[in-house]
C-alpha cells in the first residue's frame, strides 16, 4: 500500500499537524507502507529521511503555491493507493486542483483553516459562533469536502459543528490523537511562580489578553516558547506592558526536547479562543506538568483528565483562573502526576490501517 500525507505543516515548524504527520509516517512505514510526505517548506529546512520521502513545496502567495502543491501531487501521488490530507484548504485546494481521481482521498480535521486564518486578522469568536455566523462559508467548503472519501476528525466537538453545519457530509469518524507517554513528574511550586506557553503565536492562541493579563498578576514569569506571525506585535506588546523582565520568548522546541523542558515550570497555559486538539496539552500533562486549558477545547475526558478546563477568554478570566491555580497548586500537581491513559502512536496507526483497508 501507498499513502501520502499531504499537509500544509511539518517539522522543523512547530504545531499538531506537524507532529502528528511525522508520528504517523514513522509508524506506517515501520509497518511495510510506503509512505510520501508533501508539505510546505523549504528543504534544508527539513533535511532528510532515510525512510521515506518528504516533497517541499515552496510558500509563495497562495495560488501561486497551490498551483505548484498540485503539480507535486500529481507527479507522487497519482500512483498511490490513499491520499491523506491534513487540512480542507493548504491541502484540499492543491488536491483540487490536481484533478488526481486514482486514489482514495480522506481529510483529517483537528483544526480549521479558515477559521484560524479569521483569528489571525484579530477575529475573537470562538469556533462554534464563528460557523454560525458565516453561512455563505458553507458553499464553499461544501464543494472542497465533497471530493473526499472520508473524513476523520480528531474530536467529537468539531465533528458535531461539521455534521451541524453542512447538510451532506462524507462518511465520517472521530480518531483521536496519541496520548504521549512519558514518566510524570511531581511538580512543586517555584517562587517566582513559572507559567509556560507552547504553541505557535497565531491568532486564535488569544496571547494578547494573555499578556495584558500577566501585567496584572505580581509573582508570576511567563516563558512563550514557539514563532509564529504574531511574535513581533507579542514582543513590542510585552515592552508597553513593562513585561520585559517578566517575560521571556524562546525559540521553538521540537518534542523529542521538551519532557526535560516541562521540569522547570510550574504550570502550562493555553488560554484559546477554541483549541480543538492541542498537542502541548497532552505532551505536558504526560510529563507531569499541571495544564490550565481554556473550556473550548474538543479533547475528550479521556484526554483532559489531571487538567484544569475553565474559561480563559478575557483578562479578567485568565488572573481570576491563574489566582486559583497557584493557591490550589499542590492539587493541581497532585492530579497531573497520576499517570496518563495508554494510546500509542502504535494504536493510532493500527486504527489508520483498519479504516485505509475498509474503504470501498
Excluded at 504527520?21 to 511495510?32: K, Y
Excluded at 517562587?191 to 498578576?217: C, D, T, W, Y
Excluded at 525559540?251 to 516541562?262: C, D, G, I, K, T
Aim: charged share 20%; glycine share 6%; with cysteine.
Amino acid at each position: 500500500m501507498k499513502v501520502v500525507l499531504a499537509t500544509g505543516i511539518y517539522p522543523p515548524d512547530i504545531g499538531g499537524p506537524a507532529t502528528y504527520v511525522r508520528a504517523l509516517a514513522e509508524e506506517l512505514t515501520r509497518r511495510g507502507t510506503e509512505t510520501v510526505v508533501i508539505t510546505y517548506g523549504r528543504a534544508d529546512r527539513i533535511g532528510a529521511h532515510s525512510s521515506w520521502p518528504v516533497f517541499c513545496v515552496p510558500k509563495w502567495v497562495p495560488f501561486l503555491r497551490w498551483l505548484r502543491y498540485a503539480r507535486v501531487l500529481r507527479a507522487h501521488a497519482a500512483d498511490a493507493d490513499i491520499i491523506y490530507a491534513f487540512s480542507s484548504v493548504s491541502a484540499g485546494v492543491p488536491l483540487f486542483l490536481s484533478r488526481v481521481k486514482g486514489p482514495k482521498r480522506i481529510l483529517r480535521l483537528g483544526g480549521d483553516f479558515c477559521w484560524e486564518r479569521y483569528t489571525g486578522r484579530g477575529g475573537q469568536l470562538g469556533l462554534k459562533a464563528w460557523y454560525a455566523s458565516r453561512p455563505w462559508l458553507r458553499s464553499i467548503m461544501q464543494r472542497l469536502l465533497k471530493q473526499f472519501h472520508y473524513v476523520i476528525f480528531s474530536t467529537r466537538f468539531q465533528q458535531e459543528i461539521y455534521e451541524g453545519v453542512y447538510k451532506v457530509l462524507p462518511p465520517h469518524s472521530v480518531l483521536e490523537n496519541a496520548l504521549p507517554q512519558g514518566s510524570t513528574h511531581l511538580h512543586r511550586k517555584h517562587e517566582p511562580f513559572r507559567l509556560l506557553f507552547l504553541g505557535r503565536f497565531v491568532g486564535f492562541k488569544n496571547l494578547p489578553l494573555l499578556l495584558r493579563a500577566i501585567a496584572k498578576v505580581p509573582g508570576v514569569r511567563l516563558t512563550l516558547i514557539g514563532d509564529g506571525p504574531m511574535e513581533k506585535r507579542l514582543r513590542q506588546l510585552a515592552s508597553e506592558l513593562l513585561l520585559d523582565q517578566r517575560v521571556t520568548f524562546l525559540e521553538a522546541v521540537q518534542s523529542e526536547q521538551r519532557a526535560e523542558l516541562f521540569r522547570e515550570y510550574d504550570l502550562l497555559i493555553l488560554p484559546s479562543i477554541t483549541e480543538i486538539s492541542p498537542h502541548a496539552a497532552l505532551e505536558a500533562r504526560a510529563a507531569g506538568l499541571p495544564v490550565l486549558l481554556t473550556d473550548q477545547t474538543g479533547l475528550s475526558s479521556l484526554l483532559t483528565g489531571g487538567m484544569t478546563l475553565v474559561p480563559l477568554s478575557t483578562p479578567v478570566e485568565i488572573i481570576r483562573a491563574l489566582a486559583d491555580a497557584v493557591s490550589q497548586y499542590d492539587t493541581l500537581a497532585s492530579a497531573a502526576a497520576k499517570p496518563v491513559p495508554k494510546r500509542t502512536w502504535k494504536d493510532v496507526a493500527d486504527e489508520h490501517l483498519s479504516l485505509f483497508q475498509q474503504l470501498p
